[in-house]
């Protein structure tokens, strides 16, 4: 038996130096499985080379308690907000950087930065009247009154730049101190549907009312941090936010009719809602379904009576980055719980009538099963609450996101709508974890809060139902992107404001990278173990890309730094080409010596790709520890749920089901005639995209069968260009297939497959026989053959 075993290692071992010596000139060695080295920043006490916090890692705090009144009539805002920030850091601060970000809607103090423009044949008034007012005061913006000393009232120097502002410190602020000051303030509330925005109004004209989404409201601390010092960099609209924890208590006064949603925990439900609504409330704590608090009757009585009287609406919320608010008297409001790791959260929705037949059905339901399936991937969700308002918008904030779904006046919705609703909901909640928990820099790294987020989103529209339509997530979604010409590409390592494709760059390319480490590099356990030691090591701080990488690394036993390179750094496609495959089977005759096979020509065909299914959809289907919300819960089985799984009239969709792998028979004492059948293929492989990555290939055979053999992306460590690799199988293969559940983002599927018809030659003969004397002094080991020199060694 081993003398058999070692003919096949000879014959395999001396292809594989001759394959090293002709295809690895100096010229084809690159830097792709270099380590990062000083490309990422040095490690030091507060962030060590683990990618955890140091021991000596600090981050600011800043608290905030608010008084704001919500003036309908004139569509304005007025509020006075006492903050202290403690100086955690071992730094003094003579001042202090404050974001105005309302100033976007501002003409003159907006950040005034421009794109190119070309001029129209044609070109519309409203065009002719911006362009005309450009340089005229809209009267949008914060008006900030006044800045003063909590403690004594003394005034505090401020300078406005655009959307920063600077406050001078009377006295230097030392560590470990803490500073309270006043900022009174108001602005004029934009129209958010016709200037665009994260927040502002929008009016309903067929009953004349309006839905108020209060976000980046109020001026708010700039991070200051061990890595960059103050980011104070201008918000443009686009790269989002970099903020402060700290504990809020926020009293919102608005009209009497109105029902407001907002970051955390309401103080006085006893006082706004009426007796009724509040039983209703408390039977929500424990409903198994949705309980509507506000009915759809109430809201649209509402919405004819506007009340002239007012209300106040007190919230707290603690350890939260952020606070945002809703208020109208459209709102149906329902809520149910959800217990994660014995812990009470209460998911609810909000939502106009026009949204009411999609929100009623679905939308908590969406938002409890995205909260539990977020905690079983990063860390069981810390917040009493978790809502999605729907605003005909998309936008996050602590424990409360803004999301779309209307129907038609009739109630009815397509099934776009749908998906498109659950979708953008699972988005928006998820967030809660990136970038409200796990705390990164937006306005810097779009792709850190964006990216993670658009995976675990993907991971969780899977789990919501196995043939969800997600956009995001699989390799083959990103193919269309990565083939651009590279002009029009940048790596994800991209400053927010500098990306072309902002959508693919952002969220659609680190989601699929981040799904590629799970299903193909690394694998699901070691992947899912590194993403959850990343969330719990950064859970309310601020971490880095480094921090991240640096992470998956050390929690995983994985060196990484070839993928980083490539998928984060770079903007490589991945294109593997088929180049020749060599084939030959089994002869029994001794030879006197061995000889080089001849080629067999690749035959380049029409791909004969399998019909697809994403190999997470199968992957979770065959894991019978996973339910599918659907599955779970039966009620969420809409006509489109049955549309597509057959059960209306319908052409049913034929899916594949997941091969086993081809695992060999291990080599015994059987007698030579076992072998007749084996077959022999060295497959040449090209690397055209330049993405270094896996070889998966698919060995199809006569009788129908498959066999997949996986090698790993260090195969290219020696020559990123091209590669040679000899495969063994147990019957004659009539097809060979690159990539064929598409795990790779190959950008060319046209040069991904072999066909036994295409070959010109006829295949070569092998020879088994048993080794002699004469041939293990060719092997070294003194004169051992090499499976006995490595069993001793093991030994």
């Not at 443009?236 to 006064?253: D, H, S, W």
């Not at 792998?661 to 084996?678: I, Q, S, W």
Request: hydrophobic share 35%.
């Amino acid at each position: 038996m081993k003398n058999i075993f070692l003919a096949f290692f000879l014959l395999i071992s001396f292809n594989v130096i001759s394959q090293d010596i002709q295809n690895n000139p100096k010229s084809n060695h690159g830097n792709k499985f270099e380590q990062l080295g000083t490309i990422l920043p040095t490690p030091n006490v507060f962030r060590t080379a683990s990618g955890a916090p140091g021991n000596k890692y600090w981050q600011q705090r800043c608290d905030y308690n608010i008084v704001c009144q919500l003036d309908e009539k004139n569509l304005k805002l007025t509020g006075k907000e006492t903050l202290t920030y403690y100086n955690n850091s071992p730094d003094v601060l003579t001042y202090l950087w404050i974001q105005l970000d309302e100033n976007q809607h501002n003409t003159l103090n907006n950040a005034n930065y421009q794109d190119a423009s070309i001029l129209s044949k044609q070109i519309s008034v409203n065009a002719l009247e911006k362009m005309e007012n450009a340089k005229k005061d809209n009267g949008y913006g914060v008006n900030i009154e006044k800045i003063t000393e909590a403690a004594n009232g003394k005034p505090l120097k401020y300078t406005i730049n655009k959307t920063m502002m600077r406050v001078d410190l009377n006295t230097p602020l030392k560590p470990s101190q803490q500073f309270s000051f006043i900022i009174n303030w108001n602005y004029n509330i934009a129209n958010r549907m016709e200037m665009g925005g994260r927040g502002g109004y929008e009016f309903f004209p067929e009953d004349g009312n309006y839905l108020f989404t209060m976000t980046q409201w109020f001026p708010r601390l700039c991070v200051y941090s061990d890595f960059q010092g103050w980011q104070n960099h201008q918000f443009t609209g686009r790269g989002e936010f970099a903020l402060t924890f700290g504990n809020y208590k926020v009293q919102m006064t608005v009209p009497a009719d109105h029902i407001v949603m907002a970051t955390g925990e309401c103080q006085n439900y006893k006082q706004v809602l009426s007796s009724t609504q509040q039983q209703r409330w408390v039977k929500a704590q424990t409903a198994k379904e949705p309980i509507e608090v506000v009915t759809l009757t109430e809201a649209t009585n509402a919405e004819k009576t506007k009340s002239t009287q007012t209300k106040t609406w007190i919230f707290k919320a603690d350890s939260v980055r952020d606070f945002a608010w809703c208020s109208s008297r459209k709102f149906i409001w329902d809520a149910m719980p959800v217990t994660v790791e014995g812990k009470k959260i209460m998911c609810m929705s909000a939502y106009p009538k026009e949204a009411y037949y999609l929100y009623r059905k679905f939308s908590t339901k969406v938002v409890a099963h995205t909260i539990k399936t977020y905690s079983k991937f990063t860390i069981p969700y810390p917040y009493p609450v978790a809502q999605s308002i729907e605003a005909s918008n998309g936008m996050e904030y602590p424990m409360i996101c803004f999301n779309y779904g209307r129907t038609e006046k009739d109630g009815t919705y397509s099934e776009a709508i749908k998906n498109g609703m659950i979708g953008v909901i699972i988005h928006e909640v998820g967030h809660n974890f990136f970038p409200m928990i796990v705390n990164s820099d937006e306005r810097q790294w779009t792709w850190m809060d964006e990216g993670l987020n658009t995976f675990v989103e993907y991971l969780t529209e899977e789990l919501w139902d196995n043939k969800f339509p997600t956009r995001r997530g699989p390799a083959f979604a990103i193919t269309d992107y990565m083939r651009l010409p590279k002009e029009q590409l940048e790596p994800i390592m991209t400053n927010s404001e500098n990306i072309v494709q902002f959508g693919p760059n952002a969220y659609a390319k680190p989601a699929t990278a981040l799904n590629i480490l799970r299903e193909t590099i690394m694998g699901r356990e070691l992947f899912d173990f590194a993403f959850k030691e990343y969330a719990r090591r950064w859970a309310f701080k601020h971490p880095t890309p480094a921090d991240l990488f640096r992470t998956m690394e050390d929690a995983s036993g994985e060196d990484l730094d070839w993928f980083w390179r490539g998928w984060f750094y770079s903007i490589d496609p991945c294109d593997i080409s088929i180049d020749s495959v060599k084939v030959a089977t089994l002869s029994t005759e001794t030879p006197a010596s061995f000889g080089r096979r001849n080629n067999t020509p690749r035959s380049i065909d029409k791909p004969i790709l399998p019909e697809f299914d994403d190999i997470s959809k199968i992957r979770n289907r065959e894991d019978k520890n996973i339910v599918f919300a659907t599955d779970a819960d039966t009620t969420l089985r809409d006509f489109y749920w049955r549309y597509a799984r057959g059960l209306e009239p319908y052409d049913t969709t034929k899916y594949i089901s997941k091969e086993s792998a081809f695992v060999a028979d291990p080599l015994d004492d059987a007698t030579k005639e076992k072998y007749a059948n084996t077959h022999m293929y060295e497959i040449s492989f090209s690397n055209k995209g330049g993405l270094v990555m896996p070889i998966i290939v698919e060995f199809r055979f006569e009788d129908g069968t498959k066999q997949i053999e996986r090698i790993p992306a260090q195969i290219w460590r020696k020559n990123e260009q091209k590669v040679t690799k000899t495969f063994m199988t147990p019957k004659k293969a009539v097809s060979i297939i690159l990539d064929p559940m598409r795990e790779t983002a190959d950008i060319d599927e046209s040069n991904n497959v072999w066909t036994e018809k295409g070959a010109l030659t006829t295949p070569t003969k092998f020879s088994l026989f048993k080794a002699g004397m004469n041939n293990r002094r060719n092997l070294g080991g003194a004169g051992k053959n090499p499976m006995q020199a490595a069993n001793e060694k093991k030994k």
